[in-house]
Structures are given as C-alpha cells and as structure tokens.
C-alpha cells in the first residue's frame, strides 16, 4: 500500500513514464520535495545524491539560482512569444545565435523545439521534406542501430532501437531502419581486435546500405556516446569508418547530442569528441541544464537552402510547435550556456572526470561485474552471471534493479539499464561527492552480491577485497 499521503494521492492521478504499472499501484512513488547542488531529498527529509543528474540532463545541479532568476526576470518581461508565421523575440534569436557560435561542424540554423524526442522527429520529417525539395523523392530511409534511444515520440521511439519501445506500441513505422550495436565487450568475437569489429560494423553498414539500395537511404542517426542502451562507446575507428560509407553514399550525418552535448564527456560536444562531421545536430537537456524544457535542432547551410526552396514553392514550411523559442525557456538555456563559460564547466569536468573513471574501474575485478566503461562524466557497470563467459543474470532476476534499489536505500539515485548501471552525475559535481557516489554504489554492489549469491545466481565466487 502506499506509504503517505502524497504517494497514494500519486497513485489515485498519475501515470509515470518507463515505470510498471502494476508495480507503482502498491509501491507508489519516491517523492522528492527538494533539491541543493547534487543532491535532492524525499517529502521524508531523506537525501539522494543524483547520480543520474535526474535524467542526465540537471548538469548544473538542483539549486542554480540564476537559472531560476533568469526565468524569472524573463517571464516578467515577456512570459510567452511565439515563432510562428514571421514572429521571433530578441532572446530566442540571442540563443539561436550562440548555439550556432559553438556547433561543434559549421551550421547555418537552428530550429528550437521542447525535447529531445521532439528534436529528433524534427529531424525525421526535415530528412524527408530536404529530399524531396532536390528531387531525390525515393531516398527516404533512415538508419539508426539497435540499442540506440532517441525518445519516444511516433518517428523518435521508432529511430529507438530498443524493443520494449517498440513492442505493443505497433512500431517502429516504415522507412527507419537498424544496424547493428557497435559495443564491442558485447558483440565483439572471440580474439577480434577493437578495431577488427568497427571494420565488420562499417562492412555490415555498407552492405546494408547496398541491399536496400543507395538511392532509398537518406541519412544515419548516432548518439555520440549510446545512453540509454547502457552508456555504450563507440569502438576505435568506428566514426571514421562509418562516416567514410555514408559519405561514399550520399548519406545524411545526424548526431543526436542529447546526452553528449555540453561537456558531459569533457568536450563541449559528443561529436567534437569523435570528429564527426554532422549535417545536423539535435540538443536538449543540458541546453538548459533540466531547469525548463527546451531542445534544438541544428542543420547546414546546404539542407537550409533546401528547405527555403521548397518552402517558397509550397507557400509554406509547416511544421513548428507553439512552444518553439518560448521566452523564458531560451532565457534559461541562454543562462546555462553563459554559466558553463563563466564556470568554465569543461575545466572542471575534466578535473574532476578521472577521478570518476578511475573509481568506477576499481570495480572491473569484482565478481559481478563484467565491463566498466565511460569517459568524463559518464560510466556504466555492468553485471554479469559470470565473468569469464560474460553470461548476463535472466532478466527476470532483477539484479539491476535490485542494485538500484539498494542504491536508493543507501541515498543514491542511478540508473538500471537492465544490468548496466549507469553513472551521470551533475558537472558540478566535486571530487568529495564522486568518492561519496562511489562508496554508496559500494555499499549497493555489496548488498547485490550478497543476494545473488544467496540465491545462487552466481557461482561461490571470493568475496571480494572492498566488500564489507
Ligand atoms: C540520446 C537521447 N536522445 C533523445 C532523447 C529523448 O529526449 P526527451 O526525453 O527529452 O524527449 C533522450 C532522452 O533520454 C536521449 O538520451
């Protein structure tokens, strides 16, 4: 039953987003009230550190005061304007233009939307409408690869690569297709190099590319770094590889940097961080530090021209939300992009970053733990049944969300990506609170291993040397 006031009001009101169901009707909710630097509290006065940075996107943490007098000065001034129809405001076009000033690849324009899934169907629908204005009407698929997240919108979740955002949900929809997961812990093969595997990955893109035909396929989606697939790097070479084929091809570059940009990684963008060269570049998140919703989509010179054409010929480019360039919203983004400077936010993260890196790889020799990976200011640990063959626990075991849960007990929020856990604090973390992070995640893995090994998940391996 629900254990308060607030929890079972939640219940009787709410429907929660990637939650079951069935679950929250008698577990209810973890309400939190409040929030201070990289932390957040519960209406029971009990403090979490955020080490998802709520949903990777509180960059800046949960109590930046100029975020919230930049929206409040902003919604004094001019609560609402939109975009429609020839309209703009001065703060929306002050951000479009710093967006544009720091493009990790030449971009002409911004588009501004309220999410990252919204970034992302925006980017569908431009990919269409380009080829259709220069007179490519069939090259029209749109590539992305399982394992990859870019929302859950209608043509956003179907770009998704994962299942259960496609199961029931008659998705994914026509003309999208998925390649293979470049992660080469899991699907690299025995005695092949890293390097070996991003050759099969680009060999297999292009002979993708070829059974489909070259002139159906329009454009390749990549988030830099794969979030919420399980915080998945790319393999050396990988990039390179692929942005060779889809050049050879006439292909679109989209990257999605809803996760990677604004320095999550240590550079201000995912692609600056993998020399891709995009033709059009999505962003939400840290944009505005999760303080308001806001997202962008960049795009080129070249498929800018396109779209006016095409435009001018239809008498109109329909396609826009009401909320596009909303005032406040870009005040608070402008804000955000202004701290990041003034902090210089990418110094501190990568000061801070090997700190978080090196912690989490002391896990590497735990039993349960199959790969530790990441880069700045994101990881994930991964759980294995067994490390030497890489066997992953049933899902229905519920190892990482049984981690997750202890975490919470042990004031920590992360995040179970089925058995990878990942990591993502606020940049601002500091190093004291990375080791504080780390020694709650100790206590949550010491808690795991226990229960697996109670419940013979896991062959009687040695209790680890850091397990109390
Ligand atoms: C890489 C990536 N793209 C797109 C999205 C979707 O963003 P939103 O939830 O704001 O729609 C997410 C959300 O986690 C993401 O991680």
């Known amino acids: 039953m629900a254990k308060s006031t607030a929890a079972s009001r939640d219940i009787a009101s709410t429907i929660h987003p990637y939650t079951n169901l069935k679950v929250h009707e008698t577990d209810g909710p973890l309400v939190i009230i409040e929030g201070d630097g990289v932390f957040v509290r519960d209406e029971n006065g009990k403090q979490y550190l955020e080490g998802l940075a709520g949903l990777w996107n509180a960059s800046l943490g949960f109590s930046e005061r100029r975020l919230a007098e930049a929206a409040y000065r902003q919604m004094l001034k001019l609560p609402f ?24 690849a ?10 990252g899934s919204e970034a992302n169907d925006t980017v569908v629908k431009l990919v269409w ?4 204005a220069i007179g490519r009407p069939k090259k029209k698929k749109i590539i992305s690869r ?4 870019h929302g859950v919108t209608v043509a956003s979740a179907s770009l998704t690569g994962l299942a259960n955002n496609h199961r029931d949900f008659d998705l994914p929809i026509a003309n999208i297709l998925h390649v293979e997961c470049p992660h080469f812990y899991r699907f690299g093969l025995p005695g092949e190099t890293e390097e070996a595997f991003a050759s099969r990955m680009a060999d297999s893109l292009e002979q993708r590319i070829l059974n489909e035909g070259a002139d159906t396929v329009a454009a390749m989606i990549v988030e830099p770094i794969m979030g919420a697939g399980g915080v998945l790097l790319p393999p050396v070479t990988y990039f390179e590889k692929i942005q060779a084929i889809l050049r050879k091809y006439d292909i679109l570059l989209i990257a999605d940097e809803v996760i990677c940009g604004f320095g999550r990684a240590g550079e201000m963008w995912g692609s600056t961080l993998y020399q891709l060269k995009p033709d059009m570049i999505t962003c939400a998140k840290a944009l505005s530090a999760g303080y308001l919703p806001i997202g962008a989509v960049m795009i080129t010179e070249t498929i800018y021209d396109a779209l006016v054409k095409q435009s001018e010929k239809i008498g109109v480019f329909s396609h826009g939300f009401t909320y596009s360039g909303h005032p406040a919203t870009s005040a608070v983004a402008l804000e955000t992009l202004k701290i990041y400077e003034q902090d ?18 002391r896990f590497a020799d735990h039993p349960l733990v199959g790969e530790v990976r990441g880069i700045g200011l994101i990881g994930a640990v991964e759980l294995v049944a067994d490390k030497s063959t890489k066997t992953s626990f049933d899902p229905a075991a519920g190892v990482g969300p049984f981690l997750y849960k202890r975490a919470h007990h042990h004031g920590l929020i992360l995040r ?14 500091s190093e004291s609170e990375i080791d504080l992070m780390l020694e709650r995640f100790t206590l949550a893995l010491d808690d795991t291993f226990a229960m697996v090994r109670e419940r013979g998940l896991i062959e009687s391996a040695p209790v680890p040397v850091f397990a109390k």
Do not use: W
Request: charged fraction near 20%.
């Open 146 to 149: 399982t394992k990859a997240y």
């Open 81 to 104: 304007y939109h975009t429609f129809a020839h309209k703009s405001t001065d703060i929306g076009i002050e951000l479009a233009e710093k967006l544009l000033s720091i493009a990790p």
């Open 106 to 115: 030449p971009m002409s324009k911004v588009f501004f939307v309220n999410s």
């Open 416 to 429: 179970a990506l089925g058995d990878s856990i990942a990591f993502c604090p606020p940049l601002i973390i």
């Open 344 to 361: 210089d936010i990418l110094a501190h993260v990568r000061r801070v970053s090997p700190r978080m890196q090196a912690g989490l790889r």
């Open 129 to 132: 409408y380009y080829n259709n």
